[in-house]
Structure formats: C-alpha cells, structure tokens
C-alpha cells in the first residue's frame, strides 16, 4: 500500500517530469466550477430539460460552486503544492472522467423522471455530504492554522475522515441521479483507486502523532463509532444496509405508508 500511495502522488505532483508548473487547485477549480456551464450546455445540446436533468445541474452544479468559494475561504494545503505539466494532464484526466457522469445524465441515459423516493435519497445525500465535506475541511483549515498536530474532536472526533464520507455521499448523488452503472463503476473507481491511497496517505501520518494510539480506538475510518465498541457499529451498519437495500427493492417506505 505504501507503494501505491507514493504512486497515487507522484501521478498527481511529478508524473513525466520537468519543472512544477501549476497548482493543482486552479486545475481543480476550473472543471469543478465549470460544472454548472457544462452541465446547461449538455441541456441544451440534447434539449434534455427533464426533471432529472435539474437535478443534476442543482446537486453537480451547485457543488462546483460552492467548491469554488470553499477554496477562497479555507483552502485545502495539498492542493497549493505545484505539479509538473504531466501531474496537470492526470488532474485533467481524473476530472473530464466526473463530466462522463453528466453526459450520462443529460444525452439521455440516465433517468429523465426520478421517482419521489430517488429525489429523496439524491438530495438526503447531498445535503448530508455537502455539510460533512465543508465542516470537516473548515475545521482542518482553521485548527492547523493556529495548533499543529491530530485532531480528535468535533467533526473528526468518531470519524477520522468525515471529509471524504462526505465526498462519497455527494458523488454517489450524482450516480443515483443518473440509475447508470456506468456511473456508479466510475464511482467506486475513483474511491478504492485514489480515496483510498489519499485515507491511506494521512492515516500514516496520523499513526506518528501523539495521542493516535486513543484516537483509533474512539473512531473509525470513514464512518462513525455509534456503539460501545467497533464489533457492535459494524453489525448496526450492516443493519442498515439492509434495511435500506429491501427498503429500495420495496419501492421506498414512503410508498408503504401511502399504501396503507
């Protein structure tokens, strides 16, 4: 893991080598913030103005934008180191994959009229994430600012990577817009190929910090402790994931409830 980690880095900071010539978030803010542009091109382009085609351009649209002011306000400092020309064409690359997402939705392969539950669970999501992924990075930013060393409260305190859970729920509300599985293969991609070096990457810094040893035991990876111990959250998790996945085979609870 320790190999594909520096290989996940070198790709994004040195890849083809030369001299580092640009930082990775101008690279990241101009495809995220362009997003919403995009995504009304694509409308037009296929005179795709469903209801699902709103959707999309709310949740991915919306994203970009508020990606954008986030990287004014409290800026992520792995993404302000310079990268070759080769690191900027991966970025690049990486990127244009998420707008295949779009094409998806809006050339009409995805679903035009998402039913009451899917809107539902594609916003729940969304929001859920957005507030996870701009709490946890506003409290990173601003507690390294003036103290150094692990965080172990607030958003971080049972969960270590609240930022990249919120990231998945956001991603994964594009993919559910879209029903695709082209969408949902790019997805899962994308998390065990790059989230997981980048997890891998900090919780082997993390592991040399004071206080890691308590830490680990109170929290988990990327979801929460809500049990006295990890043996009972992983079979509450379960649980749910059950529930959920013969909630949606079902039709949705809602439709139960209206059916009585």
């Not at 990173?140 to 270590?160: A, E, H, Q, V, W």
């Amino acid at each position: 893991m320790d190999q594909y980690a520096r290989l996940v880095d070198h790709l994004m900071y040195d890849f083809l080598g030369g001299p580092k010539v640009i930082k990775p978030n101008y690279v990241i803010n101009f495809f995220k913030g362009f997003t919403p542009i995009l995504t009304l091109m694509l409308m037009y382009y296929y005179q795709n103005f469903s209801l699902g085609a709103y959707l999309y351009l709310i949740l991915h649209g919306s994203y970009g934008v508020l990606w954008f002011l986030k990287d004014i306000v409290f800026p992520d400092n792995t993404f302000q180191i310079k990268q070759t020309f080769g690191g900027f064409l991966w970025t690049s690359f990486l990127l244009l994959v998420y707008w295949i997402i779009a094409f998806i939705q809006l050339s009409g392969r995805g679903i035009d009229n998402p039913s009451n539950s899917r809107l539902t669970a594609c916003l729940l999501a969304y929001i859920i994430g957005s507030f996870l992924m701009l709490t946890t990075d506003a409290q990173k930013f601003y507690t390294l600012k003036y103290k150094r060393g692990l965080i172990t409260d607030g958003m971080m305190k049972y969960n270590r990577n609240s930022n990249y859970t919120g990231e998945m729920l956001i991603y994964g509300s594009f993919g559910m817009t879209t029903g695709n599985y082209v969408a949902y293969a790019i997805l899962i991609s994308v998390w065990l190929f790059v989230f997981s070096a980048k997890i891998y990457k900090k919780e082997l810094s993390n592991s040399k910090k004071e206080g890691w040893s308590a830490y680990k035991k109170q929290s988990h990876l990327f979801l929460w402790q809500i049990g006295p111990n990890k043996t009972i959250s992983y079979a509450l998790y379960g649980l749910l994931g059950i529930f959920l996945y013969q909630d949606y085979e079902n039709g949705g609870f809602i439709n139960k409830l209206k059916n009585q």
